[in-house]
């Protein structure tokens, strides 16, 4: 069994985008950890950050819990990640103690500042975790360098409107409701949504990404993927081996 984090910048986002994959990948016995760079600090018109933050930690822990998969948070503040020598050893620290095989993150461009620098913080701490000289606490180097994928960006469009393809769609069909319940448990953010980004339904904005993405491929619910191909990083197909016949390669050409 392998040991998997999907680790992203905010509560609900790995939900958002691989809630429905993160379920499958609990079917198959693997071993899960969820983990957010913030607590979701600044997601509240009514509460103060402690307070929201309080209450967004127990969302989280309640939406990985019904996968069975631990949750994580990193404690970085909304709107204040980025990508330094602290914060890349706080990561990798993070990705020493969780120890994955394959690592999940955000996509390199996408709406949001915190995206972008949890991405590169991600990509950068795998390449790290390895190197024995790199210092971040107690906690033994891995031993290589992780499988890295990307999530889609939200709505599957960069900052200027521009579709970001997939390589390869999951089929989520058979754990969709789990992913819907899973959002859910963000009870918080439906209220937030609706105040700030004008999201009128939380659950329904998530029905129509899931089942865009899944049209790609003929599914009826997809998430994307890519695989990250840089130097050095594994390059075989480690989710799409353990996903088997719910992986539809995309073509892109
Ligand atoms: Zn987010």
């Given at each position: 069994?392998?040991?998997i984090l999907a680790i992203h910048?905010?509560?609900?986002?790995v939900?958002?985008l691989a809630?429905?994959t993160m379920?499958?990948?609990?079917?198959?016995?693997?071993?899960?950890?969820?983990?957010?760079?913030?607590?979701?600090?600044?997601?509240?018109?009514?509460?103060?950050?402690?307070?929201?933050?309080?209450?967004?930690?127990?969302?989280?822990?309640?939406?990985?819990?019904?996968?069975?998969?631990?949750?994580?948070?990193?404690?970085?503040?909304?709107?204040?990640?980025?990508?330094?020598?602290?914060?890349?050893?706080?990561?990798?620290?993070?990705?020493?103690?969780?120890?994955p095989?394959l690592v999940m993150t955000a996509?390199?461009?996408?709406?949001?500042?915190?995206?972008?620098?949890?991405?590169?913080?991600v990509?950068?701490?795998?390449?790290?975790?390895?190197?024995?000289?790199?210092?971040?606490?107690?906690?033994?180097?891995?031993?290589?360098?992780?499988h890295l994928y990307l999530m889609?960006?939200?709505?599957?469009?960069?900052?200027?409107?521009?579709?970001?393809?997939?390589?390869?769609?999951?089929?989520?069909?058979?754990?969709?409701?789990?992913?819907?319940?899973?959002?859910?448990?963000?009870?918080?953010?439906?209220?937030?949504?609706?105040?700030?980004?004008?999201?009128?339904?939380?659950?329904?904005?998530?029905?129509?990404?899931?089942?865009?993405?899944?049209?790609?491929?003929?599914?009826?619910?997809?998430?994307?993927f890519?695989?990250?191909?840089?130097?050095?990083?594994?390059?075989?197909?480690?989710l799409?081996?353990?996903?088997?016949?719910?992986?539809?390669?995309?073509?892109?050409?």
């Amino acid at each position: 069994m392998a040991k998997i984090l999907a680790i992203h910048a905010h509560p609900d986002d790995v939900e958002f985008l691989a809630g429905g994959t993160m379920a499958l990948l609990a079917d198959r016995g693997h071993e899960l950890t969820i983990a957010t760079f913030t607590a979701g600090d600044c997601g509240s018109k009514e509460m103060g950050p402690r307070e929201i933050a309080a209450v967004r930690r127990k969302e989280a822990a309640s939406a990985a819990a019904r996968i069975g998969a631990h949750y994580v948070c990193l404690e970085f503040n909304d709107l204040a990640i980025f990508n330094d020598d602290a914060a890349r050893r706080r990561v990798t620290e993070v990705l020493r103690k969780a120890r994955p095989e394959l690592v999940m993150t955000a996509s390199p461009v996408d709406y949001h500042c915190d995206h972008e620098a949890a991405s590169a913080l991600v990509r950068d701490a795998c390449f790290a975790a390895p190197a024995p000289n790199y210092a971040t606490g107690t906690t033994a180097p891995l031993g290589q360098i992780p499988h890295l994928y990307l999530m889609d960006p939200v709505e599957g469009k960069d900052p200027e409107g521009r579709v970001v393809a997939p390589d390869f769609v999951v089929d989520i069909g058979k754990a969709f409701a789990r992913k819907r319940e899973m959002l859910a448990d963000h009870a918080s953010q439906r209220v937030w949504l609706q105040q700030h980004h004008g999201v009128d339904s939380y659950l329904d904005e998530m029905e129509r990404w899931t089942r865009a993405r899944g049209v790609l491929a003929g599914f009826e619910f997809g998430e994307g993927f890519r695989r990250y191909r840089g130097h050095a990083y594994p390059q075989s197909a480690l989710l799409e081996e353990l996903l088997g016949a719910a992986v539809a390669q995309i073509n892109n050409d």
